[in-house]
């Protein structure tokens, strides 16, 4: 079994910053690769970020919507089973239910492409 529980979440105000942890338990962290993405009211989910385990070493590659690049950055702290997300510059349309995803398989920027995902914490950015 997969678990991942998100955290981290709040309200702030427009410029500032959170940082989001998921914390994975089970087989989370041997996926290929772990990501976050995002739910605002009446939208549909869509993808924030994710990092990639390299199959023939120890590296990682990062991969970010163009919303984002350049604000938000994702982590990964193995010896702590933990995905983080840091989140600077932070702008209303920010705004939604981030969510923690894993998967094997791909691909690794939408939503069909994860297989455990956690429940959710709520990101309010006001003007």
């Known amino acids: 079994q997969v678990q991942l529980v998100e955290s981290g979440g709040g309200s702030v105000q427009a410029g500032g910053s959170l940082r989001l942890s998921c914390a994975a338990s089970?087989?989370?962290?041997?996926?290929?690769?772990m990501g976050w993405f995002r739910q605002a009211p009446g939208k549909e989910r869509e993808f924030v970020g994710a990092?990639?385990?390299?199959?023939?070493?120890?590296?990682?590659?990062?991969y970010y919507a163009d919303s984002v690049k350049g604000r938000f950055t994702i982590s990964k702290d193995n010896a702590k089973n933990t995905l983080y997300l840091q989140m600077n510059s932070l702008k209303p349309e920010d705004t939604a239910v981030y969510y923690c995803?894993?998967?094997?398989?791909?691909?690794?920027?939408?939503?069909?492409?994860?297989?455990?995902w956690g429940k959710g914490t709520q990101v309010t950015v006001s003007s």
């Open positions: 990092i990639v385990a390299a199959i023939s070493s120890s590296g990682a590659s990062t």
């Open positions: 089970g087989r989370a962290f041997v996926n290929r690769a």
């Open positions: 995803a894993a998967t094997f398989r791909g691909p690794w920027t939408v939503v069909s492409g994860y297989d455990y």
